[in-house]
């Protein structure tokens, strides 16, 4: 009787790292890894998703939301190059998952064979940091081990190529002989912490500052103690990355949300008016949200020192772990007995607050989209995992939902993919099926693929503990973000042939896997369904007819810049276009900067 195959030992091997999900999608280039999972009993559970680009995004969303290892599995040709785009989200939000691949036949390699592709060329960008093929079975679990070991310590995705006929080849270890590589399975935690002198240096410039700016990123996810210590210290505002929404609790009065072109007004005015910047586990990308250079003295903590002292003039950057790093330089920090700085931070934002709850109210046509995630917002339960995707969505996921308790959230942040949402959240529930979890979609993703995701969703949400996952589809038949892009930016209307898409059925189709579906068409409607869906008893779709022509208004907007974007609109319709303007002059103009503002 033959002994276990390769495809076997990869399997054990997972489960000794582990790992308990790997998200794929069959093919022939992985029988003998399917045929081993029915011999492990699903062990780890193969999760199916409709598309191998969606079973990459929820080995990320997996890995997001439990702080663990995501594994992607695809097929040969085909099935490899759809991970892409997957992987590229793990590569650009740092997140580590490894991709296992089917390849044809070692036999057939170099005689243009059926779904032959070089998958060394295809992944050799994305998976950079390590990628490697099994041609015999004594690479394992040397190579397995690597490639875990390399996505856990540098937060990137990894790759291992599997030909077809090594899959199922009998395993024989490494043996105790030359140009043999054996390997070990555990590793310890590490803690890097930065030197003394760099550290005293930190608490020097910023003892120096009178006006403290903190900006955290996904970076500072296990330093919310020492986040809020800090900023208490110092008087400081603190502002997050889309990233990092989850990192501290909007409940506190000197967070001042989300910082960019999503960003809040307050972000802006602290990044505007500080005179030192101290900047937490981010890479935030737009240095024109930062402050002007020649402001701010600025000081960066991150945990990779290839990161450090991007985006910034930088006196002081310190490598190290961010609670570790803050513990350290706590003790060297004066707490600041003015508080005044602080205090315009908290009046601030108190009156941003009211201008998010003002843009809800504008009457539009259907339904205001601000509105959607304002009501949703004081309904959410303090465990809920909450997912955004690309697309004007993002603006209303980053204003109007205040993160507290134990909630968690993400986005596709630096790839900013369209299509995230659904399958994040399904990765999302596969870490935690004991809570609920909210996906915000546009009708663009929602056509693109979410659609073909419910399939999956409707396919396990038996098995989940709570059975709430509500995907809510801003359905407004446009390609929003890039319209508006198109008005702000290039000063044009939209194309339509490019951004008009179909109103399709969305409530309909989810009712037909039976899941609920619930269609809004008017403002008094929202809060209602938003109650509905938290209180199922299963998945629930919500289907919101909202208005497109309420603008994403950028958060530096002057009046006078916001009547000149919606004066450029250019529909058929004028009237809903006019509706909006007035709406906007009567809630919010005073709240805004320019003439008749503050």
């Known amino acids: 009787m033959s002994g276990p195959q390769v495809s076997d ?10 790992v308990t999900h790997a998200f794929g999608y069959p093919g022939d280039g992985i029988n003998g890894l399917l045929a081993a999972w029915g011999r492990a009993d699903d062990e780890p559970r193969f999760v199916q998703a409709r598309h191998e680009e969606m079973a990459a995004f929820e080995a990320v969303g997996y890995a997001k939301f439990s702080g663990r290892l995501g594994v992607c599995v695809a097929t040969s040709g085909p099935g490899a190059v759809h991970l892409l785009n997957g992987l590229y989200d793990a590569k650009l939000d740092h997140v580590p998952v490894v991709a296992l691949v089917g390849q044809t036949d070692r036999s057939a390699m170099g005689g243009s064979y059926q779904q032959e592709v070089d998958l060394h060329s295809l992944f050799k960008d994305v998976a950079s940091d390590y990628l490697e093929t099994v041609t015999v079975p004594e690479q394992l679990p040397n190579v397995l081990d690597r490639a875990v070991r390399t996505a856990l310590a540098r937060r990137a995705p990894t790759a291992l190529i599997v030909p077809a006929d090594v899959q199922e080849l009998e395993y024989s270890p490494p043996t105790h002989a030359h140009k043999m590589v054996p390997s070990s399975l555990d590793v310890s935690g590490w803690t890097p912490v930065p030197d003394e002198e760099s550290l005293r240096r930190a608490a020097e410039l910023l003892d120096a500052g009178e006006r403290v700016a903190v900006l955290v990123g996904q970076g500072a996810a296990g330093a919310r103690a020492e986040v809020v210590e800090t900023a208490e210290r110092l008087g400081a505002g603190v502002a997050k990355a889309l990233l990092g929404l989850d990192v501290l609790s909007d409940e506190l009065p000197y967070v001042t949300g989300s910082i960019g072109l999503l960003g809040s007004r307050p972000s802006y005015e602290l990044m505007q008016g500080c005179d030192t910047l101290l900047t937490i586990g981010s890479n935030f990308p737009y240095s024109e949200f930062l402050p002007p250079y020649g402001q701010a003295r600025a000081v960066q903590i991150d945990i990779d020192p290839h990161m450090v002292g991007l985006r910034y003039p930088y006196e002081v950057n310190l490598v190290g772990d961010a609670a570790t790093t803050l513990r350290a330089l706590l003790p060297l920090l004066s707490r600041k007995k003015d508080r005044a700085w602080q205090e315009s931070v908290v009046a601030g934002t108190r009156r941003w607050r009211t201008v998010m709850r003002r843009r809800a109210e504008v009457a539009a046509d259907p339904v205001n989209p601000e509105l959607v995630a304002h009501a949703l917002d004081p309904l959410l339960p303090e465990d809920a995992m909450i997912t955004a995707d690309a697309g004007s969505v993002a603006n209303w996921y980053a204003r109007h939902v205040r993160m507290r308790g134990r909630m968690r959230g993400s986005l596709s942040g630096t790839l900013a993919s369209m299509g995230s949402a659904v399958p994040y959240a399904i990765g999302a529930k596969s870490a935690h099926p004991d809570r609920p979890v909210i996906a915000l979609v546009g009708d663009g993703a ?13 396919k396990y949400a038996d098995g989940w503990e709570d059975p709430r996952f509500v995907v809510a589809v801003w359905n407004n038949h446009d390609l929003n973000q890039v319209s508006w892009e198109m008005r702000a ?23 037909s896997l039976g899941m ?4 809004v068409t008017g403002p008094d409607g929202v809060e209602k369904a938003w109650r509905e869906a938290l209180a199922a008893d299963g998945p629930t779709l919500l289907d919101f007819r909202t208005d497109p022509d309420v603008p994403p208004i950028p958060p530096h907007s002057t009046w006078e810049q916001i009547e000149a974007t ?8 004028g009237g809903r276009a006019h509706l909006v303007k007035q709406g906007l002059k009567a809630k919010v103009r005073e709240f805004l900067p320019g003439r008749g503002g503050r």
């Open 9 to 18: 030992r990869i399997l054990e091997r997972l489960r000794e790292w582990g």
């Open 446 to 458: 929602m056509q693109m693929n979410g659609l073909a995701e419910l399939v999956t969703v409707a």
């Open 489 to 511: 930016m290039g000063g044009a209307p939209p194309f339509e042939a490019s951004q008009s898409i179909p109103d399709v059925q969305y409530a309909a189709f989810a009712r």
């Open 516 to 519: 609920e579906g619930i269609r």
């Open 566 to 573: 919606l004066a450029s609109l250019a529909r058929a319709d």
